[in-house]
């Protein structure tokens, strides 16, 4: 039962590269969501997807897009990286918006 | 909008002794709480939730929170820790009534355990 994977677990760039963090969960939840953590700062809700088809803007969505490919897989796409980005990036999913959430082991990035 | 304030950034507790994390919610209905745990290059794993009801909670490795409307807290304890507890701790919110419930999290409380 893997529950929720990210790959890759670390990337480093180079300022105005692209690339795209992939996260598949395999509980059937409806809801996904992508975190980024910095340090003194928590966890900060980057985008999210209420359900198979929709996607909304959390707290810190500049410099992102995101993509509900199907129930499975969610990712998030940095277009154009910048230093700002380097942080952990956490995947999550719940059953619904009432449910907690369960984690990924996170991407370690870094942005040069 | 809602926020959660864990005041502690650091905390250290011998082994064997109790444990009290604090958390300080801002949020003028109902909240939904949490807890959650993340050793060190793992993601989070939930300890316990307070949805409704009876305001003391038992959560998984003998964690306990207590829900208190008049101080806006849920604060997290343990009677005996464990060397396995070190770790970061986060308190979470989400606000019903503001459409889709999103989680707002405190910025983490770090307990270190000396034996």
């Known amino acids: 039962n893997a529950g929720v994977t990210q790959t890759p677990k670390f990337q480093v760039l180079k300022t105005g590269q692209s690339m795209t963090l992939q996260c598949a969960q395999d509980?059937?939840?409806?809801?996904m969501y992508w975190y980024r953590q910095d340090p003194g700062m928590g966890l900060r809700l980057i985008y999210y997807?209420?359900?198979?088809?929709?996607?909304d803007k959390g707290e810190v969505p500049n410099g992102y897009n995101v993509s509900r490919l199907n129930k499975r897989e969610f990712s998030l796409r940095l277009e154009s990286a910048a230093p700002s980005q380097t942080s952990v990036y956490f995947c999550?999913?719940?059953?619904?918006?009432?449910?907690?959430?369960?984690f990924g082991n996170g991407t370690r990035l870094t942005v040069t | 909008a809602q926020s959660v304030t864990q005041p502690d950034i650091h905390i250290t507790v011998s082994e064997g002794a109790s444990l009290e994390l604090r958390c300080n919610y801002s949020?003028?209905?109902?909240?939904?709480l949490f807890w959650y745990v993340q050793s060190p290059g793992q993601g989070l794993q939930l300890l316990l939730k307070y949805f409704s009801g009876d305001t003391l909670v038992q959560g998984i490795k003998g964690f306990e929170a207590e829900f208190k409307r008049s101080q806006s807290s849920f604060n997290l304890r343990k009677p005996s820790v464990h060397w396995s507890d070190a770790a970061e701790y986060f308190c979470?919110?989400?606000?019903?009534?503001?459409?889709?419930?999103?989680?707002?999290f405190g910025t983490g409380t770090r307990l270190l355990v000396s034996p």
């Open positions: 509980m059937n939840h409806n809801s």
């Open positions: 949020y003028g209905a109902t909240p939904y």
């Open positions: 997807s209420a359900s198979e088809g929709t996607t």
């Open positions: 979470a919110v989400g606000a019903d009534g503001t459409g889709f419930q999103k989680l707002v």
């Open positions: 999550a999913s719940s059953e619904g918006q009432y449910s907690p959430l369960h």
